[in-house]
T-cell receptor
Framework: NAGVTQTPKFQVLKTGQSMTLQCAQD?????MSWYRQDPGMGLRLIHY???????DQGEVPNGYNVSRSTTEDFPLRLLSAAPSQTSVYFC????????????FGPGTRLTVL | DAKTTQPPSMDCAEGRAANLPCNHS???????VYWYRQIHSQGPQYIIH???NNETNEMASLIITEDRKSSTLILPHATLRDTAVYYC?????????????FGTGTRLTIIP
């Protein structure tokens, strides 16, 4: 199993540009989520999904959209990038919403100029 | 979920046991204690969890006090690869992972 994969690893955007961060898992996990991590801070939940077709907002959802059309994929869309969205983004998955263990991807480092 | 308190940083000599404390004095009876770690620039990695009994796996041991108000993660023979930020988290068993809160953790540095 590849586990949780994220692409790209690094990305530089200009203010106002849009892009999609990709996340995929091959473990048939129901639950997937996106976090952002800023320097000196813990992880903050952006959006999550408990299954295909179902998504919900986390702690910091503004400026981000998600969709879950398949079990495997959970892309995160930045509609109009802002410098405040400069961060490291992590995708995670678990067997179910209440599963003990979450598996995290390697992260995407995004810089918005 | 109960809040946790961890020291911001600790050092440990390579080969020695690393003991990472966590205070969770407001923990409820149905809340587990979880530990994750994050090695530089990587995603967090699950280490261990427990409710009230001490737990051990291939990575670490978890010692929970009898009153469950604090716990200690023990890495028995620390190596340089154990240098990471360690997060102590409490979560009720019937709460989803969307409730998991990663604070700032303890930055553990293993010294050669």
């Amino acid at each position: 199993n590849a586990g949780v994969t994220q692409t790209p690893k690094f990305q530089v955007l200009k203010t106002g540009q849009s892009m999609t961060l990709q996340c995929a898992q091959d473990m048939n996990h129901e639950y997937m989520s996106w976090y952002r991590q800023d320097p000196g801070m813990g992880l903050r939940l952006i959006h999550y999904s408990v299954g295909a077709g179902i998504t919900d907002q986390g702690e910091v959802p503004n400026g981000y959209n998600v969709s879950r059309s398949t079990t495997e994929d959970f892309p995160l869309r930045l509609l109009s990038a802002a410098p405040s969205q400069t961060s490291v983004y992590f995708c995670a998955s678990s067997y179910s919403k209440v599963a003990i263990t979450q598996y995290f991807g390697p992260g995407t480092r995004l810089t918005v100029l | 979920d109960a809040k946790t308190t961890q020291p911001p940083s600790m050092d440990c000599a390579e080969g020695r046991a690393a003991n990472l404390p966590c205070n969770h004095s407001t923990i409820s009876g149905n809340e587990y204690v979880y530990w994750y770690r994050q090695i530089h620039s990587q995603g967090p990695q699950y280490i261990i969890h427990g409710l009230k009994n001490n737990e051990t796996n291939e990575m670490a041991s978890l010692i929970i006090t009898e009153d469950r108000k604090s716990s200690t993660l023990i890495l028995p023979h620390a190596t340089l690869r154990d240098t990471a930020v360690y997060y102590c988290i409490v979560r009720a068993t019937n709460f989803g992972n969307e409730k998991l809160t990663f604070g700032t953790g303890t930055r553990l540095t293993i010294i050669p």
